[in-house]
């Protein structure tokens, strides 16, 4: 514990005399006006004040820890130790060293970019109601979720086995079953199990769960998604649809109206997006401010003629991390865009309210778009 108390109180005060670092005078211990002086040394006086900013900066289980009589005049003695340390340091020219001044300065840095700095650029986050309007209505599509229906699907595919023709009988004829028995709950799903010719969704007796129209961003193929959206009423049961992978016998067990939000109703949410990506050039444009203030000057090419020392070994590790990113990017950017972002935002947010939803409809476009070759 002690141990651990000793290194917790120079992690402070070296912190905190960082802070009150100049570069070209002794401003460590400054007169701050404390009613009473609790040590002295080399015309040091350290105020109650003053000491009670170490504490202040201790996290609450080791200020509980030493909050007793005894304890506190451990914790506080620790404390003063480490400013004497800290004298002495100085007093024998520790500044002067320019690995520690490099990390006093970046401590100094750390703690005015995520003070001051940080003050300063949140009270720049100011978005009016133009901004988030203008927003709106560039983004309307994003906020609204198209009309969707859930259907179930029976897959009569045209093959060495089947021609056009008899594929459509078939097709025909289960339609009539399926038409026939429609009042049984569970009668799709077995004519399902039984003559549909997509893998994937027999297993489920045919349920394909919730999708939208093909040209509003939906997964299946056109014809399939006509024919779905054509039918009215849940339990309908449509005619042979034809596709390219076949016939379709469709039923409809489910529907969802379109949803269109209001300007008030995602407002919070506009705003919130809009002073992340102001946020995002914030801090940039509050660094530039300072160089401008400065007077801040770059030699790039006396920059660029600085030369590291890196082990091999790190520098393939370095390579390698790098090559592996690039691909990620890649397949990333290959994979999916803005809009697909957002409508997997909106099956998220509808899968988790939807409790009797799929588990496995990620699988559809591949179930539905690309028929599995015939092995028989």
Known sequence: ??????????????????????NSANVLYPNDGGSKTIAEFGGVKLSDKYIKTYVDNLNDYLKSRYNTPERKEELISKIIEGELIARKAVMDGALDDPILLSQVKNTIARYYSGTKMKVQVEESLKVTEDDMKKYYEEKKDTFNTPERVKASHILIKIDEKKDKEAARKLAEQVVAEARKSAKDMGSFAKLAEKYSEDEGSKKRGGDLGFFERTEEGGKMVKEFSDGAFALKEVGDISDPVESQFGFHIIKLTGKKDKIEKTFEDVKISIENTLKTEKRKNGFEDAVNKIKNELGYK????????????????????????????????RLQKAMISKEQIEQLKRNAAEKASDEKAPEKNKNLKIKINQPKENKE
Do not use: P
Request: net charge neutral; glycine share 0%.
């Open 1 to 22: 514990m002690k141990k651990m108390l000793l290194l917790v109180v120079l992690s402070t005060i070296f912190m905190c005399v960082s802070c009150s670092c100049d």
């Open 298 to 329: 770059f030699n790039k090419d006396a920059a660029m003629a600085i030369e590291f020392s890196i082990s091999e070994k790190a520098k393939e590790a370095s390579e390698k991390f790098d090559k592996n990113n690039l691909q990620r990017e």
